[in-house]
C-alpha cells in the first residue's frame, strides 16, 4: 500500500457540521448580548479552536472569546446535533480501509465533550475506536501546529511517509505537512479548492470515496 495510516479532520470531512456550527455561533452571541456574525466568516474559521473563531469570525471583544467559547460548547447539544450529517459514502469507505487493514485516527479541533458523541451518533466509531479519536483537550498547540499529528504518530507508533493527513482546510494540511505527512485536501468542505491548492497538497479530491484510490 501507498499509506498505511490515515489521519482524518472530523468537520468538514468526515461530517457536515458547518450549519450546527453557524447555529450555535449565533446563539452564542445572542446570549451574549451581540449582534450575529456573517455565516460565511464563520465558515471560513471551522477547523481553528473555538476561541479563534469567536475572534476572527464574530463581533466578541478578544476580552470575552474565552466566555463565548464556554457558552458555546454548553449549548451545542441542543443546537446543533439535529443538524449534523455523515457526508456521503464515509461510511462505506472506511469499512473498505479497515478491511485493507489501514491505521485510522481522527485529529480534530473539536473538544472531545461534543467529539466522541459525534463520532458515536454517526457510526464512525465502528471503524475508528474513541481511542483514536484526538482532539483540542489533548492540551497542545492547535492546528496548524504539527503537534497533534505528532502526538498520533508517536502513540501509536506510526512513520510520517507512511501517513496521510486528510482534511478540509489549509489548517490540516498545514499540520500533516510539518508533521512530515503526506496531506489530501477535500473539496467539498470549508474551503475552496483554490484555498486549499494554497497549502500544496499532495491530492485533492471531491469526494470521500476517492480516498480508497490512493492507498493502492
Request: proline share 5%; with cysteine.
Given at each position: 500500500m501507498?499509506?498505511?495510516?490515515?489521519?482524518?479532520?472530523?468537520d468538514g470531512t468526515?461530517?457536515?457540521?458547518?450549519?450546527?456550527?453557524?447555529?450555535t455561533v449565533q446563539g452564542t452571541l445572542q446570549q451574549m448580548g451581540l449582534p450575529p456574525a456573517d455565516p460565511v466568516a464563520v465558515s471560513a474559521t471551522i477547523g481553528l479552536p473555538l476561541t479563534e473563531c469567536f475572534r476572527l469570525a464574530t463581533p466578541t471583544p478578544e476580552?470575552?472569546?474565552?466566555?463565548?467559547?464556554?457558552?458555546?460548547r454548553n449549548i451545542f447539544p441542543s443546537l446543533a446535533l439535529e443538524h449534523i450529517t455523515i457526508f456521503p459514502h464515509v461510511l462505506e469507505t472506511l469499512r473498505?480501509?479497515?478491511?485493507?487493514?489501514?491505521?485510522m485516527a481522527i485529529v480534530s479541533s473539536r473538544h472531545?465533550?461534543?467529539?466522541?458523541?459525534?463520532?458515536?451518533?454517526?457510526?464512525v466509531e465502528r471503524y475508528i475506536p474513541?481511542?483514536?479519536?484526538?482532539?483540542?483537550?489533548?492540551g497542545?498547540?492547535?492546528?496548524?501546529?504539527?503537534?497533534?499529528?505528532?502526538?498520533?504518530?508517536h502513540e501509536l507508533s506510526l512513520a510520517p511517509e507512511e501517513t496521510l493527513v486528510v482534511g478540509d482546510t489549509v489548517y490540516d494540511l498545514q499540520m500533516g505537512a510539518a508533521a512530515g505527512?503526506?496531506?489530501?485536501?477535500?473539496?467539498?468542505?470549508?474551503?475552496?479548492?483554490?484555498?486549499?491548492?494554497?497549502?500544496?497538497?499532495?491530492?485533492?479530491?471531491?469526494?470521500?470515496e476517492k480516498i480508497s484510490a490512493l492507498i493502492s
Open positions: 501507498k499509506y498505511k495510516n490515515i489521519l482524518f479532520d472530523f468526515l461530517a457536515d457540521t458547518r450549519q450546527g456550527i453557524i447555529r476580552e470575552r472569546t474565552e466566555e463565548a467559547a464556554a457558552i458555546y473498505q480501509l479497515v478491511q485493507l487493514g489501514v491505521v472531545h465533550i461534543s467529539l466522541d458523541p459525534l463520532v458515536q451518533q454517526l457510526g474513541l481511542s483514536r479519536v484526538y482532539g483540542e483537550d489533548e497542545l498547540k492547535p492546528k496548524p501546529a504539527p503537534d497533534l499529528a505528532l502526538k498520533v504518530l505527512c503526506h496531506t489530501c485536501g477535500v473539496t467539498y468542505g470549508n474551503q475552496t479548492r483554490t484555498q486549499l491548492l494554497t497549502a500544496k497538497p499532495t491530492h485533492l479530491v471531491d469526494s470521500f
